[in-house]
């Protein structure tokens, strides 16, 4: 049953355009994330935030800008897309932050970047 | 430096057989050692995890076998079934950095 809700699920853009991606939990968790699935299937975490407020945010390019309401939401926006953005955004959450390894991900904001 | 490496890469078994996935990983504080498994087009899914008190965690015919000196563990698909076939990332995490990380993945495919 789905929990960690993501929109869109598909998105076509070309090289420039800005994009974002919603996330929202509803397990009343405290901790949530944005990772990238590249075409090889690897997993790379990209921000962490925890009851809203930033915690991990890995070397990732300035375009990528995270965003928080509350600890349910938690939104990425992308200035100015680039060919290599494409992959699939994946938003995770756990109970808290030491429960790090017992995530749970939604279904995923697959973007392509013509 | 990775912290968690993952064997093999791919991994073919027929049906029935006991399919092997290897993790090792290198800082000795991490405390917690689960297994993803994820579906064509489905998101990861948390498995089976277990914790260093242990050193053999079930769950039907999920098996992970836990080796805290030479810092490795593996999951163990007994009775391999045709809807197995998935990706299955092994990961480490623990409270000193309260960071997860993940290996590379292991695609295996049962075939009837």
């Known amino acids: 049953e789905t929990a960690v809700f993501q929109t869109p699920n598909y998105h076509v853009t070309q090289v420039g355009n800005e994009v974002s991606f919603n996330c929202k939990q509803t397990l009343g968790h405290d901790t949530m994330y944005w990772y990238k699935q590249d075409s090889k299937k690897l997993l790379k975490i990209m921000f962490s935030y925890n009851n809203k407020q930033l915690i991990v945010n890995e070397t990732v390019p300035r375009r990528f800008s995270p965003q928080s309401s509350d600890k349910a939401h938690l939104n990425l926006r992308i200035k100015s897309v680039e060919p290599e953005d494409s992959a699939v955004y994946l938003c995770?959450?756990?109970?808290?932050?030491?429960?790090?390894?017992?995530?749970?991900f939604g279904e995923g904001s697959k973007l392509t970047v013509l | 430096q990775q912290q968690v490496r993952q064997s093999p890469q791919s991994l073919t078994v027929w049906e029935g057989e006991t399919a092997i996935l290897n993790c090792s990983y290198e800082?000795?504080?991490?405390?917690?050692f689960p297994w993803y498994h994820q579906f064509p087009g489905e998101s990861p899914a948390l498995l089976i995890a277990?914790?260093?008190?242990?050193n053999k965690k079930e769950d039907g015919r999920f098996t992970i076998f836990f080796n805290k000196r030479e810092k490795k563990f593996s999951l163990h698909i007994a009775d391999s079934q045709p809807g197995d076939s998935a990706t299955y990332f092994c990961?480490?995490?623990?409270?000193?950095?309260?960071?997860?990380?993940f290996g590379d993945g292991t695609q295996l495919v049962v075939k009837p």
């Open positions: 990961a480490a995490s623990g409270n000193s950095n309260n960071r997860i990380f």
């Open positions: 800082d000795s504080t991490f405390d917690y």
């Open positions: 995770a959450s756990s109970s808290d932050w030491a429960n790090t390894g017992q995530l749970y």
């Open positions: 277990i914790r260093p008190v242990s």
